[in-house]
T-cell receptor
Framework: AQKVTQAQTEISVVEKEDVTLDCVYE???????LFWYKQPPSGELVFLIR??????QNEISGRYSWNFQKSTSSFNFTITASQVVDSAVYFC?????????????FGQGTTLQVKP | DVKVTQSSRYLVKRTGEKVFLECVQD?????MFWYRQDPGLGLRLIYF???????EKGDIPEGYSVSREKKERFSLILESASTNQTSMYLC??????????FGPGTRLTVL
């Protein structure tokens, strides 16, 4: 069975703090993809990053960074020097390669509130 | 630039009405998806389509049907809307099992 767990339901930080959103996944497939999406109050899911299971390199994009560790089945997301505009719901998701057609398994989401 | 559009941002319907939610993508993607999002339940897949005229049930297809007559358009149909179908509906598209790109969503209220 495939599953994505985001144990943090809500996180509240003050602007300029660093914050890490946790994501733990389960899959028996050796080929899979992991994603992070951001959902601001407007409602649209915005794609942030995709990683494949063969690439464990960490990635940094501006204030965002992602730490992928197969040994712990985790794909954590860190926002450095958070800003009010980072306030949103963040979803981690998984799709695997067993001849599937791209179905995503989503975590329950983490609501991040950044206070000024 | 990727573009997925949905016919309405907000929609109010009455119980028993037939409701059509339209989704259009301009990226020539094979796959298209319909999700609903409810507080505490996350995103749940209703139906998806991996080619024109092809469709597969997702996790919660009951009460819904879909239509994909053209590659760029994927319609979600509520044959007889009920109050428990009040929700946020999100459409997405992707190339095979590549990244899914989402539309802005439709907030449907059934009275």
């Amino acid at each position: 069975a495939q599953k994505v767990t985001q144990a943090q339901t809500e996180i509240s930080v003050v602007e300029k703090e660093d914050v890490t959103l946790d994501c733990v996944y389960e899959t028996r497939d050796t080929t899979y993809y992991l994603f992070w999406y951001k959902q601001p109050p407007s409602g649209e899911l915005v794609f942030l990053i995709r990683r494949n299971s063969f690439d464990e390199q960490n990635e940094i994009s501006g204030r965002y960074s992602w730490n992928f560790q197969k040994s712990t089945s985790s794909f954590n997301f860190t926002i450095t020097a958070s800003q009010v505009v980072d306030s949103a719901v963040y979803f981690c998701a998984l799709t695997s390669g067993s001849g599937n057609t791209g179905k995503l398994i989503f975590g329950q989401g983490t609501t991040l509130q950044v206070k000024p | 630039d990727v573009k997925v559009t949905q016919s309405s941002r907000y929609l109010v319907k009455r119980t028993g009405e037939k409701v059509f939610l339209e989704c259009v993508q301009d990226m020539d993607h094979e796959n298209m998806f319909w999700y609903r999002q409810d507080p505490g339940l996350g995103l749940r897949l209703i139906y998806f389509s991996y080619d024109v005229k092809m469709k597969e049930k997702g996790d919660i297809p009951e009460g819904y049907s879909v239509s994909r007559e053209k590659k760029e358009r994927f319609s979600l149909i509520l044959e007889s809307a009920s109050t428990n179908q009040t929700s946020m509906y999100l459409c997405a598209s992707s190339l095979q099992w590549d990244t899914q790109y989402f539309g802005p969503g439709t907030r449907l209220t059934v009275l």
